[in-house]
């Protein structure tokens, strides 16, 4: 790697780079590609005969569910990113997600995200346009506790207004998670695991872990007597072979020029796309992918990433989901005909008519959440958010400090409650404006030109991506800020 030694900041920056390859997967861990070619010494079985979609358990399988022939399958592309939410990175999501799924709705993403430098009016916003929102840990811990687990839980929750039961999906930092990580999990009531390594043999799609784990078993988490935990979903982090055949897991850009990293990108999804099937990733932490006064630009990478992407989104048949969306459709695998008619493929904004704090343009004045957003403030930590700004900066011990304004005074606002969504709860006027199944919604799909498939069929042409305006707001003013946020990933 390449070390300019211009700025203190340049030098961060490297070692953030490093920090990340390292440990969060970008090179798989030592002895991992070594074990991969001797992964089919797993211990991991799993009889298809006991073992049955109708019974909520599914198997690890390289072939799609339901005996799905490969061409009647969807070709799911999950992108995800890690970490804190902040303005810039938020910004550069937006735009790797800026394709269209064949049914005209945008598509969808994970964010997988750790609480320190979060700007929660940026959870809401991202929850709100149709991604999802997944826990990370409170403090980016390896091997967390239920106490890191569940604070994050709390803060989504409670700052970011994203519903309790919308919150369940899992990402170890560093991806180093155990056995004891997946039994938190279950015992929390989360729905699934996305930290584990699949390679190329073990590049199953996701399974329950009924059976326990079929990935990682290099490390003996497959062996007897491990982790069976019925019902808890593991999807897989699906590697790309570089021109070493050396598996790259998350953020495969630092390993090369975005034309290599494209090849070798669109080599491993090719073998999916024309194989099983199997769900195809891109891992990222947007940190690396935006640019920061005085760093090297990494605008040639995300540009890289935006044209793959696109690539990608051209093909018949390729839908970009979140990892909730990729369970519902293993619930009840449909042909890829089938699936832009499936509820939670659809994309519908609310009708209302005056702006809510909802992580939405209500009035579309081309401004989210305009005007009603508090700001807290704690010294080094700042956020915006549509909910009380606690007292004092929460803590893991206390996610949830005392708010700043008391029920039923001036300024107080409402938390969601568990009977309404985000999008219809106005925490100021203390009303779910949603309270039947009447409610209106617009469509906001556009139309698309697919080549093949027949599936490309927008349900409604008349409408606008909702995703367009959110980010629009919300730039960071200070580079000193910005500085401190990136320092900060150094701990995250
Ligand atoms: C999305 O793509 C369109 C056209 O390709 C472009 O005009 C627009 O600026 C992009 N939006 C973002 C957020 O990158
Ligand atoms: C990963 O987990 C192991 C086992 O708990 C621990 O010893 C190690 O320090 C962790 N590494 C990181 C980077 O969290
Ligand atoms: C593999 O790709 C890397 C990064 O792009 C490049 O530096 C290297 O020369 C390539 N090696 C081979 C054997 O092609
Ligand atoms: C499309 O949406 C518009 C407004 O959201 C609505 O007026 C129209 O009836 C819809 N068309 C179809 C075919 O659903
Ligand atoms: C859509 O498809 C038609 C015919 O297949 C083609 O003529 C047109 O250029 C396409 N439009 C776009 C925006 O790709």
Same mark, same amino acid.
């Given at each position: 790697?390449?070390?300019?030694?211009?700025?203190?900041?340049?030098?961060?920056?490297?070692?953030?780079?490093?920090?990340?390859?390292?440990?969060?997967?970008?090179?798989?861990?030592?002895?991992?590609?070594?074990?991969?070619?001797?992964?089919?010494?797993?211990?991991?079985?799993?009889?298809?005969?006991?073992?049955?979609?109708?019974?909520?358990?599914?198997?690890?399988?390289?072939?799609? @569910? !339901? *005996?799905? +022939?490969?061409?009647? &399958?969807?070709?799911?592309?999950?992108?995800?990113? #890690?970490? %804190?939410?902040?303005? =810039?990175?938020?910004?550069?999501?937006?735009?790797?997600?800026?394709?269209?799924? @064949? !049914? *005209?709705? +945008?598509?969808?993403? &994970?964010?997988?995200?750790?609480?320190?430098?979060? #700007?929660? %009016?940026?959870?809401? =916003?991202?929850?709100?346009?149709?991604?999802?929102?997944?826990?990370?840990?409170?403090?980016?811990?390896?091997?967390?506790?239920?106490?890191?687990?569940?604070?994050?839980?709390?803060?989504?929750?409670?700052?970011?207004?994203?519903?309790?039961?919308?919150?369940?999906?899992?990402?170890?930092?560093?991806?180093?998670?155990?056995?004891?990580?997946?039994?938190?999990?279950?015992?929390?009531?989360?729905?699934?695991?996305?930290?584990?390594?699949?390679?190329?043999?073990?590049?199953?799609?996701?399974?329950?872990?009924?059976?326990?784990?079929?990935?990682?078993?290099?490390?003996?988490?497959?062996?007897?007597?491990?982790?069976?935990?019925?019902?808890?979903?593991?999807?897989?982090?699906?590697?790309?072979?570089?021109?070493?055949?050396?598996?790259?897991?998350?953020?495969?850009?630092?390993?090369?020029?975005?034309?290599?990293?494209?090849?070798?990108?669109?080599?491993?999804?090719?073998?999916?796309?024309?194989?099983?099937?199997?769900?195809?990733?891109?891992?990222?932490?947007?940190?690396?992918?935006?640019?920061?006064?005085?760093?090297?630009?990494?605008?040639?990478?995300?540009?890289?990433?935006?044209?793959?992407?696109?690539?990608?989104?051209?093909?018949?048949?390729?839908?970009?989901?979140?990892?909730?969306?990729?369970?519902?459709?293993?619930?009840?695998?449909?042909?890829?005909?089938?699936?832009?008619?499936?509820?939670?493929?659809?994309?519908?904004?609310?009708?209302?008519?005056?702006?809510?704090?909802?992580?939405?343009?209500?009035?579309?004045?081309?401004?989210?959440?305009?005007?009603?957003?508090?700001?807290?403030?704690?010294?080094?930590?700042?956020?915006?958010?549509?909910?009380?700004?606690?007292?004092?900066?929460?803590?893991?011990?206390?996610?949830?400090?005392?708010?700043?304004?008391?029920?039923?005074?001036?300024?107080?606002?409402?938390?969601?409650?568990?009977?309404?969504?985000?999008?219809?709860?106005?925490?100021?006027?203390?009303?779910?404006?949603?309270?039947?199944?009447?409610?209106?919604?617009?469509?906001?799909?556009?139309?698309?030109?697919?080549?093949?498939?027949?599936?490309?069929?927008?349900?409604?042409?008349?409408?606008?991506?909702?995703?367009?305006?959110?980010?629009?707001?919300?730039?960071?003013?200070?580079?000193?800020?910005?500085?401190?946020?990136?320092?900060?990933?150094?701990?995250?």
């Amino acid at each position: 790697m390449r070390f300019h030694r211009t700025t203190i900041a340049t030098a961060i920056a490297t070692f953030v780079s490093l920090t990340f390859a390292q440990s969060e997967g970008n090179t798989m861990l030592p002895g991992a590609a070594a074990a991969a070619a001797a992964s089919s010494a797993s211990t991991y079985s799993c009889d298809t005969n006991v073992c049955k979609l109708a019974n909520g358990c599914v198997c690890a399988s390289k072939n799609p @569910p !339901n *005996g799905l +022939s490969p061409s009647d &399958t969807p070709q799911f592309v999950t992108v995800t990113f #890690d970490d %804190s939410i902040q303005p =810039q990175l938020y910004k550069t999501a937006k735009r790797m997600l800026n394709v269209t799924n @064949p !049914n *005209g709705c +945008s598509g969808r993403g &994970t964010w997988y995200v750790s609480m320190q430098y979060t #700007d929660f %009016s940026l959870v809401q =916003q991202w929850y709100s346009s149709g991604n999802e929102i997944a826990d990370h840990t409170f403090s980016h811990v390896g091997t967390p506790s239920d106490q890191e687990i569940m604070s994050c839980k709390e803060m989504l929750n409670t700052y970011g207004g994203v519903p309790n039961g919308k919150i369940q999906g899992f990402r170890a930092p560093f991806l180093n998670y155990t056995k004891e990580t997946l039994n938190h999990l279950s015992k929390l009531g989360f729905l699934y695991d996305s930290s584990s390594s699949a390679l190329q043999d073990d590049a199953y799609w996701p399974y329950t872990l009924d059976y326990g784990m079929a990935n990682d078993c290099w490390t003996g988490i497959c062996g007897a007597g491990q982790t069976k935990l019925p019902g808890l979903w593991e999807i897989p982090m699906y590697a790309v072979l570089d021109n070493i055949s050396t598996p790259q897991l998350m953020d495969v850009y630092i390993s090369g020029q975005p034309e290599d990293v494209t090849k070798w990108s669109l080599d491993t999804f090719n073998k999916h796309y024309n194989g099983g099937r199997q769900p195809f990733g891109i891992y990222v932490h947007p940190t690396h992918l935006t640019g920061y006064p005085g760093l090297p630009d990494p605008a040639p990478k995300l540009d890289g990433l935006v044209s793959l992407i696109k690539t990608l989104s051209e093909k018949p048949d390729v839908w970009f989901v979140t990892n909730q969306q990729l369970l519902q459709w293993m619930k009840n695998p449909v042909k890829a005909s089938e699936l832009g008619k499936q509820d939670y493929m659809r994309c519908e904004q609310p009708v209302i008519a005056k702006e809510i704090c909802n992580g939405l343009d209500d009035d579309n004045n081309g401004n989210v959440d305009d005007g009603l957003l508090n700001s807290c403030n704690f010294g080094t930590t700042t956020f915006n958010t549509c909910f009380n700004c606690p007292s004092t900066a929460p803590t893991l011990d206390t996610p949830k400090p005392a708010n700043t304004a008391q029920a039923g005074s001036a300024g107080f606002r409402y938390p969601l409650p568990n009977d309404c969504d985000t999008k219809w709860w106005d925490p100021i006027g203390n009303a779910c404006l949603c309270t039947s199944t009447e409610c209106q919604y617009k469509d906001t799909a556009v139309p698309v030109n697919r080549t093949a498939g027949g599936n490309g069929v927008a349900s409604n042409g008349s409408g606008s991506s909702s995703d367009a305006n959110s980010i629009l707001n919300n730039q960071l003013e200070n580079v000193f800020l910005i500085t401190v946020a990136l320092v900060a990933t150094l701990f995250l």
